[in-house]
């Protein structure tokens, strides 16, 4: 039974990994020569509700990925300005590290390849098409193409190619495989019918900050800097993907993590204007490259999907990460990911699907961001364990805690333990 | 996406290539060429850029080849005549001292970019081509170039190497099969030519095929709209002893046709590609003389659109 995984980022590494598990032949298509996407200039991981997630996610069985940003962390346990106990992984650290366990795992990899059609028989798909011509046949498919550009998304919906890490003028666009499919894509927004949302943040090389600025960063992870009071925006707030760090102080503050580059908590932000920040002189970006003129545009193409991740109108196509709806971060990407992998080899099986119940953080925001898809403000929000809406949500129920015990509890009483560790072929 | 693009289709929304430019509000990128049209358009100004130019170009030879085919040789610059090389590259001529409804669609034989000259062949059919007749050597012929799309999937072309191919040729179509069969020469390819030289007498292509070809088979390749029996032999003979990996045919659309049912027959797993024979006036995708409606309900400008060639010749829908 062989299942195609397109699209290489966390989710989609995160499916590979529970198909792969439950028994199939995996195949994960990546159209960088990099695996992870953005997650190769993320880095923040188990902040505020994460740490929940992630822990429930090593008690339902797919727990791999955490356990190796947790090994590449830079930092553990770190506070900045609305977060609390933040791990940063080392970004130029974490893509070899995945690549290598995927490998072990004997998952085929097929890097610089990019999938760009379909062939369907009624509702169910048959093969796809790669960019150069072949085709490719498979039993179920998993979207993990995410939301991000291409270039003209950018340049619609934002400043135009800012050019970022999935390089798309060297690697070809992001093809959305609903679509193609035959499903239309549902569309964010940042404001009332302004679609899209710049990704939140950018990558300083850290060699070009100051002495003082480098070395707190190495030794606390978090630098805070005031922006001069002619140059604050609290109206770029609201451009933002990541909502959990719109917040004031991100606007009156240049907030500097380490996560192996100098992560600067904004989404964009004029060279000039950077440069006259008290230990940035000589600032320099690293992600995206013209990180003075804008970022890349998300949040475009969600497909329509049940909450056991599979794409609605379509017999056997899976989705997940933010293909599968307006999440942002690493941790959702992987929990969506690793059920929409689970969930294809029971599909194929006849199996019933599995659902994660609402009792848990992870099953709650599946359910509770595809309600609020549904809905035109729940379209301007962004759902994630970190902050905003969500994480609100999360303390209201009670489903946040830091209380590992209380956790490994709460899986086994449902009776879901290592769950994904299951071999079902 | 060419040195053309964004052209006028994009200013009207009727790109060929970019969903942006064609109506959509999202990037559907399935024809990716290495640049972002819409970018190029924006960078622009939001304007189309400067459509093809006419060229002067002086002629150099004129060849009257049996009764009524004319072989010119003419003088191009530089950068025309280089970027005219490809198979599959056509150009619109015409007499200086007449109008643009004059303006006729002509493959490209042969290019030489160490003299900067085009051989074009042209087949004295009505109005246009005999008013290209009265043409003489020292004279002029107004050239709008260039242009590419004169093969019906031109990809199976130019990705085919080490490999056994064969090419089918007819009266005119023997001019377009020279840059083809140049092109897989090129690529290590080794190259079978079964040529019909209907209706004219000989071939006007003997030097090429002595250069280039593995081995020539001349025959009658097709009456009243049939193969015949003869060259269902050889064609069976061929392709079943030969490993043939690709087979192009430079022919009236019916053979087009035929041909590409009979390989498809015997495997569905050989390349085709053919000569593209829409009838064209602008070349740009404007005048709405070479669209096409195929029942996967796609409109396709054959002047400029890159298509398979079964997307041409079957299913097409009138009404």
Redesign the interface.
């Given at each position: 039974m062989k299942v195609v995984i397109i699209g290489g980022g966390w989710s989609g590494c995160s499916a590979a990994i529970t198909a792969k598990k439950a028994g199939a032949e995996v195949v994960l298509y990546e159209k960088t020569d990099m695996l992870l996407g953005l997650g190769n200039v993320g880095g923040i991981m188990r902040n505020n509700g994460r740490y929940t997630a992630s822990e429930e996610m090593i008690a339902l069985g797919a727990g791999d990925l955490i356990n190796l940003t947790d090994e590449n962390s830079r930092h553990k346990n770190i506070d900045f300005p609305g977060h609390k106990h933040a791990w940063l992984y080392d970004v130029n650290k974490i893509e070899p590290a995945v690549g290598k366990y995927l490998k072990d795992m004997d998952i085929e990899v097929k890097l610089i390849t990019r999938v760009v059609d379909v062939e369907k028989e009624g509702n169910t798909i048959k093969g796809i098409y790669l960019s150069d011509g072949k085709y490719v046949v498979a039993d179920v498919f998993i979207e993990t193409t995410g939301s991000t550009g291409p270039m003209g998304n950018c340049l619609k919906y934002g400043n135009g190619c800012s050019m970022c890490i999935l390089r798309c003028p060297a690697f070809g666009p992001r093809v959305s495989i609903s679509y193609r499919a035959g499903i239309e894509d549902l569309k964010g927004e940042r404001e009332e019918d302004v679609y899209g949302a710049f990704s939140g943040s950018c990558k300083l090389a850290k060699d070009s900050l100051a002495g003082d600025v480098i070395k707190q960063l190495d030794e606390t992870g978090v630098v805070v800097l005031k922006v001069p009071q002619e140059d604050i925006n609290l109206d770029k707030l609201k451009l933002k993907v990541c909502q959990q760090y719109a917040l004031k102080e991100f606007a009156e503050n240049m907030i500097l993590l380490d996560t192996g580059h100098a992560k600067l908590m904004t989404s964009y932000y004029p060279l000039e204007k950077l440069r006259k920040i008290k230990g940035l002189e000589n600032a320099k970006y690293i992600d995206p490259y013209a990180g003075g003129k804008g970022n890349s545009i998300r949040y475009l193409s969600v497909a329509p999907r049940a909450n056991n991740m599979k794409v609605i109108g379509l017999d056997n196509l899976f989705c997940a990460g933010e293909k599968a709806g307006l999440f942002v971060g690493h941790t959702e990407a992987i929990i969506t990911g690793a059920l929409a992998g689970h969930n294809a080899i029971r599909n194929y099986l006849g199996m019933p699907l599995l659902i994660l119940p609402r009792a848990l953080a992870v099953g709650d925001i599946i359910a509770y961001a595809n309600e609020k898809m549904n809905s035109k403000e729940g379209r301007t929000n962004r759902y994630t364990f970190a902050g905003a809406e969500y994480f609100k949500r999360m303390q209201e129920l009670g489903l946040y805690t830091l209380d590992i015990d209380e956790i490994k509890g709460k899986v086994e009483k449902l009776n879901l333990t290592h769950i994904f560790n299951e071999k079902l072929i | 996406m060419s040195q053309a693009c964004p052209c006028h289709l994009a200013e009207t929304g009727d790109c060929i290539l970019?969903?942006?430019l064609a109506g959509k509000?999202?990037?559907?990128?399935?024809n990716?060429n290495?640049?972002?049209i819409?970018?190029e358009y924006?960078s622009n100004n939001y304007k189309a850029k400067e459509s093809r130019k006419y060229y002067n170009c002086e002629i150099l030879e004129k060849r009257r080849f049996e009764e009524n085919v004319i072989i010119f040789e003419v003088r191009g610059s530089d950068k025309l005549v280089s970027e005219l090389v490809h198979a599959g590259s056509y150009i619109f001529v015409r007499r200086p001292d007449t109008d643009t409804r004059f303006d006729t669609p002509i493959s490209i034989m042969d290019t030489d970019t160490r003299n900067n000259t085009i051989t074009i062949a042209i087949e004295i059919k009505g109005s246009k081509t005999k008013a290209l007749d009265a043409l003489e050597v020292g004279g002029e012929l107004l050239v709008k170039a260039p242009f590419w799309n004169g093969i019906l999937g031109l990809?199976n072309i130019f990705?085919i190497k080490d490999s056994k191919c064969l090419i089918v040729a007819r009266g005119i179509g023997q001019a377009p099969m020279i840059p083809a069969l140049k092109h897989l020469h090129a690529n290590n390819n080794e190259i079978i030519v079964v040529l019909d030289n209907s209706p004219y007498k000989n071939s006007f292509v003997n030097k090429y095929l002595e250069k280039y070809a593995l081995k020539v088979v001349r025959c009658n390749a097709i009456c009243r709209g049939r193969i015949t029996d003869e060259f269902n032999d050889i064609l069976n003979d061929l392709i079943r002893n030969n490993d043939i990996s690709l087979v192009h045919c430079d022919a009236t659309d019916i053979l087009n046709y035929e041909l590409m049912k009979f390989v498809e027959d015997i495997d569905k797993s050989i390349k085709y590609s053919c000569c593209n024979n829409a009838k064209m006036c602008c070349g740009e995708g404007i005048c709405g003389c070479c669209t096409r409606k195929n029942n996967d309900r796609k409109l396709r400008r054959l002047c400029k659109m890159q298509t398979e060639p079964k997307y041409v010749l079957e299913g097409r829908r009138i009404f």
């Open positions: - | 970019c969903s942006q509000d999202f990037c559907d990128c399935c990716w290495g640049v972002c819409y970018q924006s990809k990705t």
